[in-house]
Structure formats: C-alpha cells, structure tokens
C-alpha cells in the first residue's frame, strides 16, 4: 500500500495533475524511477509488479468466487427450491435431502407467494434464484433451520431490489458462512442487519468482525479520525452519517466477539463504552467548532479563552463502564466560563453571545447531532434528567452551580447516581476539577440509618413500579435479588464509608468499588468475589436476552445461587 501511494504522489506531484497513469516518455520513466529509489526504469517496474502480483494474491484468496461445487448436490437444492410450491415434487426433493422441515417448507412457500418476489425486476429475481439454493444448504446444517430463517427473512426483503448484497454474499462465502452463524446466535443481530444492509461489508473479513482483545479508547479514535478524513468539515449532514455508520459497525463486531465468545462480558461492555466515548469526544469538538465559527469563543473566569471550559459526564451505564448493546446515554453538562459575552470578529462574520447562551447552544447542538433520526438512525438516545433539578433545569450547568445543587438540594438518590458519574469528554482541566467536586459530596460523613432508610424507600418504589418478576418468572434487573439490588448496595456503602474510605470514591464502577470494599475490610474477599460473581452472571445473562430479542426474564429457579448471595449482601447492609 505505502509503495503504491508514494509512487502515485510523485506521478501527481509532475505538473500538479491527478493521474494514476504511468509515463510512456522515456525521459518521464527514469526521472519516476529514480525518485523511487531505483537505479533503472526496469528495475522499478520489477518492483511494482511484485507488489501488484501480492495484492492480486490477497484479493483472490479474500474476493474470490465460490469454489466449483459438486454439481448434482447443487442442482438438489435448486430444486427443493424450485419445486417448493409444487407439493408432489417438493416432497421427493425433501425426502431425498433428509431435511424435512415443514415449518420451514411452509416459510419458503410464504416467500414464493409474497407479492414482493412476484414483482421483481428479472435480474433482482434471477440473483435471489441463485442465492436461495446456498442458503437451504447452508440451513441444513443449522438445529432450527425455520428460526434462522424467520430471522433472516426481513434482511432477505430488505436487500430484494438491492440485490447487489445478495451477489456479494455468494462470491464470498466466508460472508456467507458468518452470516448465518450470527443470526442463528441473535436475533439483535438479525435485525441490525434487516435495518441496515450496508453492515454485511463488516461480514467479509473476519480479521476485523472478530477480536480476541477489545480495541482502546487511542485505537477507536484513530479508526474514526481516518474515516472522517474523507469527509469535508463542512458537510454536517455527511459527517453524521458517518458517525452513525462507525458506531452500527463498530456495534456489530462486538456483538459478533460475544456471542462466538471471543471476548468476554466485561471486555464487550469496554468496547461499546469506549466507542462511546470517543463518538462523544467527536461530537463535543464538532459542535464546539460549528459555535465558536458562528459566536467567538468564550472566556473563562481568568479571562482566558476556553477550550472548551465544558465536559461532557456520563452517568449510570456509560458512567459505569457497563454500556450493553442498545443501550442509551445519560449524560450532564457542565462548563466553567464566567459571565459576560463571546469575542466574536466581526469580519469573521461572528456574532457576540452571552456565555450562558453559547453554552446551552452546545449542548442542544451536541443532543442533535447525537438524536437526529437520519438514513443510518440515531447515534443515541440522550437521557439529561440526571441533571440538576432534573428537567427543569438548565441543560447545562456551570460547575459552582452543580457544586452548590449536590450540596444542598440533591436527593440521596442523585447522591446515589453520582455514585456511578465520571467525565468523559472534554476538558482535562475541568475533569479534574468535577472529581474533586464528586469526591468532596460522597465522601461527606452522613447519618447512616436516615440513609439506609431512604435507600431502602427509594428501592421499594422501584420494585413495586418496575419488577416484572412473577410466578414463573424473575426480573434479572428487578427482582429480588437482581441487578439493581447489588447496585443499591455498593451505592448505599459508598455513601455511608466513603469519609472513612476514600478508596471507595476513585471508581464509578461497581466491581472495582467491591474490589475496594474488600482492601477496605467492608467485605470478605469471598464476600466480595462471589458478589463480584454473581453481577457478572445477571448481567451475562441479561445481554444474552438483548442479544436474543427477549425481555430481561428468565425461569423462577435460574440462577439462584447468584441471587441468594445478593439478598444476603442486602440483608447484611440494608437489613431488610
């Protein structure tokens, strides 16, 4: 690739002209190929004919057309589906192929019949000709053949008069072979792809469908970086797009890395909380730089500009390092400019605002760009009700304000929430300051039976609203002993210790903060790890119903060691 790119810049850079055409003057080709580093012309093009001969290599092992198949066994399945209206016929063909499913015999009836496939463009039907064939051999290998196609179903009308992506799937069969893998594993899956066919591109090389190390916050920012390189900055419309397209890719491989268990739990929710991160580290820097065109920059209390004086904090999931698939956003805003106006140059075309002004406009610009429903969807959906006084309040606070609502007016339950806060965009400096700011309200020494008493309020509340648990089924976020149960716990020790325990008020996760319960004597190690245990479990099981298509229950009686050993933690430190 290097040497490719670096001999069409020195074709370009001769005349300023854009050309990938090599020179036929003889004078033009020893010039060329003594800019490459070579002593002749001819020994150049030895060079570049290596270089072209290891790609063509390359392509065809990845790009190639289907192996030659056994001709006979192919002309079955062509049948079977042929023939599938025809009921005498279709009976020898599925006979002879032991794969009698009449289930899925009726589905690919249904199929032949929808008014869909009868006013098809010939082309369009001719590739759908070939492609149902491979897909009936490839259903044959699968334990619930009538289910995978159920799944694939809406992806199959979704592509019919872009049948392009149908082509695409039979001249790779590695494509192919993971698309039916990762449908048969998930339905969430099946419908990422039924919403937006682009993504089976992500299905041809499996060196990036599939990790076995989640990639790094750096490496996620990089990958985007590169992949907006190729867009104008002034095109808005084109950048979100692209960010929608990076996000549903990015989102896909790590549900691939799940279920075919190449990484665990914990290293998927890293991924989707880094992609997170660094799409809202995108989006602040794109709405900043479309404010500051418009208005000038703000200043800070010091008089200095800032850049940016605003941080971007995640609560809850995001908050916590636990982003599942599908999951929203919770987020607060903040900044520390002072009072007064924008300096604006006039012969920029800027016009002056006052800062409050500037940014609240940041903040709905950033809710904008992330919740605009667009061809590729939305980025996110934004939840700001974590905010101070909720949604009444400001959609952006300044950190004294933020300060001075947690110290006197919050809740114990935003006390709880914050529990689970940290910043994750913007600036450095005012990070730093937000963590001094959320150690000082946690770690405040408070009167633990009127906290436990609230907390204990507070989940009742929740329970009785929102417990889907019933005789035949428990609630894994809800229920008695769930999710939300183990998550009170480490929020109500953290508010009652954390003066004592300042350890406690580093992290806003909660294996970490159990980790430290028990370097802080709060827990036993085995109390701990098998707490620990126990919420990987919960929520193990819970992504695997997303991933399903299912709601969050499960039978009575799973999982009941992990939810007795949560209740045990409850009565210990909430006693009741």
């Known amino acids: 690739y290097l040497f490719l790119r670096n001999v069409e810049h020195l074709l370009q850079a001769w005349r300023d002209e854009q050309t990938q055409v090599l020179p036929k003057d003889a004078l033009q080709q020893t010039r060329l190929a003594w800019l490459a580093g070579f002593a002749s012309y001819q020994a150049f093009c ?58 899925l015999r009726q589905q690919l009836h249904d199929w032949q019949c929808d008014k869909m496939l009868l006013g098809l463009p010939k082309e369009s039907r001719t590739r759908l000709d070939r492609f149902m064939p491979q897909l009936l051999k490839a259903l044959a290998q699968c334990e619930q053949p009538s289910v995978i196609f159920e799944r694939l179903l809406p992806l199959l009308k979704a592509v019919l008069r872009r049948s392009s992506y149908l082509v695409m799937l039979l001249e790779n069969p590695q494509a192919f072979k993971q698309l039916v893998l990762l449908v048969q594993s998930s339905t ?34 990089n990958m985007l970086r590169q992949q907006m390189l190729r867009i104008p ?34 290293k998927v929710s890293d991924y989707l909380t880094f992609m997170a991160e660094t799409i809202l580290d995108y989006v602040l820097r794109m709405a900043w730089k479309i404010l500051i065109d418009k208005h000038g920059a703000p200043l800070q209390e010091n008089g200095e500009q800032c850049d940016p004086s605003f941080i971007i904090v995640g609560y809850g999931k995001l908050g916590g390092l636990e982003l599942g698939h599908g999951s929203d956003l919770d987020l607060v805003f903040i900044h520390a400019a002072g009072s007064g106006e924008t300096v604006a140059d ?121 417990d889907k648990s019933d005789a035949q ?49 709060l827990l036993t190690t085995e109390q701990a790890e098998s707490l620990m245990d126990a919420y990987r479990q919960l929520r193990m099981r819970g992504h695997r119903r997303t991933l399903l298509g299912e709601p969050t229950l499960i039978g009575v009686d799973e999982l009941l060691p992990e939810r007795g050993v949560v209740q045990a933690a409850w009565r210990s430190s909430l006693g009741s």
């Open 46 to 103: 030895q060079q570049l004919q290596h270089h072209r001969d290891q790609v063509q290599k390359i392509f065809a092992a990845i790009i190639s057309p289907p192996p030659e198949e056994n001709e006979d066994a192919d002309k079955h399945w062509q049948q079977l589906w042929y023939t599938v209206g025809d009921e005498e016929a279709c009976e020898a063909h599925w006979v002879a192929s032991a794969f009698h499913n009449e289930k």
């Open 188 to 221: 969430w899956i099946a419908e990422q792809l039924a919403a937006w066919p682009v993504l089976l591109d992500e299905l041809i090389d499996v060196r990036n469908l599939y990790r076995d190390v989640a990639p790094s916050r750096e490496e996620l920012s």
């Open 233 to 266: 900055e002034d095109d808005l419309e084109a950048q979100m797009e692209a960010l929608r397209h990076f996000k549903r890719a990015h989102s896909l491989r790590a549900a691939a890395c799940e279920v075919t268990g190449r990484l665990p739990l914990m």
């Open 346 to 466: 006039a012969a920029l075309g800027q016009t002056p605002i006052e800062n409050g002004i500037f940014f609240t406009r940041l903040g709905q610009r950033i809710i904008h760009i992330l919740s605009t429903r667009m061809v590729n969807g939305i980025l996110y959906d934004v939840d700001m009700r974590l905010r101070p006084s909720g949604n009444s309040g400001l959609l952006v606070a300044s950190l004294k304000s933020f300060q001075r609502y947690q110290e006197n007016d919050a809740w114990t339950w935003e006390h709880q929430a914050l529990t689970r806060a940290r910043v994750v965009a913007g600036s450095l400096s005012l990070a730093q300051q937000f963590s001094v700011v959320r150690a000082q309200v946690l770690g405040r020494e408070r009167d633990v039976e009127k906290l436990r008493n609230e907390v204990v309020d507070m989940r009742n509340k929740m329970r009785v609203q929102l």
């Open 473 to 521: 089924h428990f609630d894994l976020k809800h229920g008695l002993g769930g999710i939300v149960d183990l998550e009170f716990i480490v929020q109500f020790s953290v508010l009652a210790q954390g003066h004592a325990h300042p350890n406690l008020l580093i992290w806003p996760d909660n294996i970490r903060i159990l980790e430290q319960m028990a370097v802080s004597d």
